[in-house]
């Protein structure tokens, strides 16, 4: 079952198209890798998908919702992390746990038992009460993961969410991504880590507003018949009329 | 509700833990209307007076005699001519000038009429107004002791003419308590608001407050509520220090006061919300609340300055200013005690501001961020 349709979906600002005509599904469970340079689209195509900005033309359902007439839906059923963390940084750990879940509606009597399973599964314990502008970089990073899936969302759509964190917490921090996917929640992730697009059930890649690639890690390589995703990425990239990094 | 409940909690932690700007936001209205009593009560004390005295009798040795012996004023100078008077108050050791007509006392007992002509520094109105008032209610004293050994029946009367040089259009001290009500409710409610919802947008918390199921009205009710509670805090605060350190009554209605004052907190509030929603940033937020609505309050309002001395450019754009319409509903309710029927139109006024500005904020307030 797909659980996000992007047919022919187009943005554009004034003359300039940041997103051009792109079409692809992602099945329910799915760790969906949306890779490409910056600029190349990721992020609008992303608010898009969450309902933060309008098409310009073509179509998209989340969750089996219309992006365009349905937002409203789409928000109860989706998690979004973007690259800024989205925590309070003079709330408390728990503070900003309880915070998310009261947001996401979840009830009352089961926001306590989540908090702890959250503090738990993050080996927060001890951290419960430090706020978190005292907590290091990845630290942040896990806690606003595990605060954007708190109500068990459908999909969680994560627009690169490891950026400038050492390899260690990025490892751990695709353990949590795994976890997720586990319990049954779709992973839409952008990323400009190529070693990270290994870890991806399949990933697109896009090029100037439009998907240039798009299949298994697997299938990727051997099309392009390279040794790693990052040479895959090169092939492409350097089609790019930006020619951005 | 539970959403609403969880998100103004979140609210009241971040002021909180903001130790220094809440105890700037509660201490700031306090500090303000001290320093204002302070220079109504203390500064009174021991003012030089020049006499010019050309008649020398009973009743103008009588008055300054009563003039010094209230311990408010001393004689520093007794004057040859007129003439001086700039002189000594450029000096600077001259607070008031007292000039008697010539033959005070003979007219006094015959036409029973004299005159007596204060001259106060109106460079420093607060300070004027108040040496001025003393020494009118001094003289006035003085005619009422004559009158109750008066056996002619004669009603005298000493007319004492009060002349402020240097400003004309005079300032009293109590003008002060409703702009300093206007200016505080502008800060907490316009500023504040503005900043806090500024900050969301820097952070990137409201991206994912967007994206979440919250309902952006929630967003707003959350910003709102807490700074409506602050300004109704610093408001109690404001009316009873004004009215039991600076003994400036409440002369009309109460209710009329408050309900003047939540009509402007509002538009206060919503102007906070519109700026809020221009602006990405704290530091513009910070800065188009203090030009674009501090500035005004200060100098258009008619808190400082009379307006209608003003060129008729600045009389216009006083017109839209809400705190102008305010500072005046208040004068006219607190200090000179006048109904609600003579408040009318700055009710209106506030009201169609406040019913504006709340429509135009919620509109502009945006549910996708482009």
């Known amino acids: 079952m797909n659980v996000i349709t992007a047919e022919n979906l187009t943005k554009s600002f004034g003359s300039f198209t940041a997103v051009d005509h792109i079409s692809f599904e992602v099945a329910q469970g799915e760790i969906f890798g949306f890779l490409g340079a910056n600029g190349a689209g990721k992020t609008t195509a992303i608010r898009m998908l969450c309902g933060l900005s309008k098409p310009t033309s073509g179509k998209g359902f989340v969750a089996g919702f219309d992006i365009r007439k349905q937002p409203e839906p789409i928000k109860a059923n989706i998690g979004y992390l973007s690259q800024k963390f989205a925590l309070y940084e003079d709330l408390k750990v728990w503070e900003n746990i309880r915070l998310y879940a009261g947001i996401y509606g979840i009830p009352e009597k089961e926001i306590g038992r989540k908090t702890d399973e959250i503090l738990q599964r993050l080996g927060f314990e ?120 | 509700m539970q959403q609403l409940i969880a998100f103004i909690r979140k609210e009241f932690y971040h002021i909180f833990r903001d130790r220094l700007t809440t105890a700037i936001l509660l201490l700031l209205p306090i500090m303000m209307l001290i320093l204002v009593g302070y220079a109504i009560t203390t ?148 500023m504040m608001t503005s900043v806090s919802i500024a900050r969301e947008k820097e952070l990137g918390t409201m991206e994912l407050l967007l994206v979440s199921p919250m309902k952006p009205i929630y967003i707003i009710l959350s910003k709102v509520v807490p700074y409506f509670f602050l300004s109704i805090i610093n408001l109690t605060t404001i009316l009873l ?59 258009l309002s008619g808190m400082l300055f009379p307006v209608e001395n003003m060129p008729w450019l600045l009389r216009m754009i006083s017109e839209i200013i809400p705190a102008k319409w305010f500072i005046m509903g208040v004068r006219k309710i607190m200090i000179k005690g006048l109904t609600y029927s003579s408040i009318t139109k700055e009710l209106l006024i506030l009201g169609s501001m406040a019913v504006v500005l709340i429509v135009v904020s919620l509109k502009k307030f945006k549910i996708r961020l482009e």
């Open chain 2, 43 to 190: 500064e009174v004390r021991n003012t030089g007076i020049a006499v010019y005295d050309p008649s020398n009798d009973i009743a103008t040795q009588a008055i300054i005699n009563k003039l010094e012996a209230s311990g408010y004023f001393g004689v520093t100078r007794y004057l040859s001519s007129p003439d001086e008077i700039e002189h000594v108050f450029r000096e600077g050791k001259t607070g008031l000038a007292v000039v008697f007509s010539e033959r005070f006392y003979e007219n006094l007992m015959h036409t029973g009429e004299a005159q007596v002509q204060l001259l106060a520094d109106g460079a420093d109105p607060n300070h004027a107004i108040t040496v001025t008032n003393y020494a009118t209610t001094i003289i006035a004293s003085y005619q009422q002791d004559l009158l109750k050994t008066s056996v002619s029946g004669i009603p005298y009367q000493i007319s004492p003419e009060v002349k402020l040089l240097y400003n004309p259009e005079m300032k009293g001290a109590y003008n002060f308590v409703p702009g300093v009500m206007g200016m505080i409710l502008m800060l907490i409610c316009a």
């Open chain 1, 126 to 245: 001890n951290e419960k009460n430090v706020l978190v502008k005292a907590l290091p970089l990845g630290w942040k990073q896990k806690l606003s993961f595990s605060v954007a899936i708190v109500h068990d969302p459908r999909i969680v759509f994560l627009d690169e969410p490891t950026s400038g964190v050492d390899p260690a917490t990025r490892r751990q921090f695709w353990e949590l991504i795994y976890d997720a996917a586990d319990r049954g929640i779709t992973v839409f992730v952008t990323t400009h880590y190529m070693d990270e697009a290994e870890y991806c059930n399949r990933v697109s890649i896009m090029v100037d507003g439009r998907i240039q690639a798009l299949d298994t890690p697997k299938n990727l390589k051997q099309q392009f018949d390279a040794k790693n995703m990052d040479q895959v990425f090169h092939q492409l990239a350097r089609k790019s009329k930006l020619n951005g990094e």
């Open chain 2, 241 to 299: 220090l004004s009215v039991y350190l600076l003994k400036v009554p409440i002369a009309g209605s109460l209710f009329w006061l408050i309900i003047l004052a939540l009509l402007f907190i509002f538009v206060s509030l919503a102007l906070g919300l519109l700026i809020s929603s221009m602006v990405e940033k704290q530091l513009v937020a910070l800065l188009i609340s203090g030009m674009a609505l501090m500035m005004p309050v200060v100098f």
